[in-house]
């Protein structure tokens, strides 16, 4: 039994070979209205639709062409003719360049005083204690900072590699699936304009 309501999607699917009806009534039609000269009709339909079949596949090449080297086929061969071998007058560049160079940098200094008692000592050693402190405070700190930054920076790299693949994904597809279509059918309406020739 027929699902009718699937059987137009599913028709639809195949649109490069039902491109071929049309062409075909089109090609009928111009055969019955110039009936005194049916080599002539063939040998017009045959070769326009291989000059169309060719069109449609480089087209179709184009749009790949585009798809993952942001060229067109156009520019591709612009620039082959630009880039013929030919001798160049030479160039001289003339200017003048000056450079400064600065640093900057922190430095801390310790001055160590003469030390009679006990006490004396004792709060020598408690300030030194926390001097050192600090200083692992403020590198602990600062390391903490850095770590927080490069996971941050991580995060940034890690989403844009993932767009990057979904984009190369749907590129994929596109070339795979989309453009062989169009390619489909350029190689149907030459072979359809081979076939005609051959009656021609």
């Known amino acids: 039994m027929i699902h009718w309501r699937r059987l137009t999607p599913w028709l639809i699917r195949a649109w490069p070979v039902l491109a071929l009806v049309p062409v075909a009534a089109c090609h009928a039609i111009a055969l019955r209205a110039v009936p005194a000269d049916p080599v002539f009709v063939n040998k017009l339909v045959g070769m326009s639709l291989q000059v169309i079949g060719g069109l449609l596949v480089l087209y179709s090449v184009n749009d790949n062409l585009g798809l993952?080297?942001?060229?067109?086929?156009k520019s591709a061969i612009v620039g082959w003719f630009r880039?013929?071998?030919?001798?160049r007058k030479p160039i001289v560049i003339t200017g003048s360049a000056s450079s400064s160079s600065s640093a900057t940098g922190t430095a801390s200094v310790t001055?160590?005083?003469?030390?009679?008692?006990?006490?004396?000592?004792v709060a020598e050693i408690e300030r030194?204690?926390?001097e050192i402190q600090q200083?692992?405070?403020?590198?602990v700190q600062a390391i903490n900072a850095k770590?927080?930054?490069t996971k941050s920076e991580l995060g940034?790299?890690?989403?844009e590699t993932s767009a990057k693949v979904i984009d190369l994904s749907k590129r994929l597809e596109h070339a795979a699936v989309g453009g062989f279509k169009f390619?489909?059918?350029?190689?149907?309406?030459?072979?359809?304009?081979?076939?005609?020739?051959?009656?021609?």
């Not at 993952?68 to 086929?73: G, I, K, Y």
């Open 128 to 130: 030194k204690l926390a």
């Open 83 to 87: 880039d013929f071998p030919r001798v």
């Open 183 to 200: 390619q489909a059918l350029g190689v149907l309406f030459a072979i359809y304009g081979a076939v005609t020739s051959v009656f021609a």
């Open 111 to 121: 001055v160590t005083r003469t030390l009679n008692t006990l006490e004396e000592r």
């Open 147 to 149: 770590i927080e930054a």
């Open 156 to 159: 940034n790299q890690i989403n």
């Open 68 to 73: 993952f080297r942001s060229q067109s086929l």
């Open 135 to 139: 200083q692992i405070s403020q590198e």
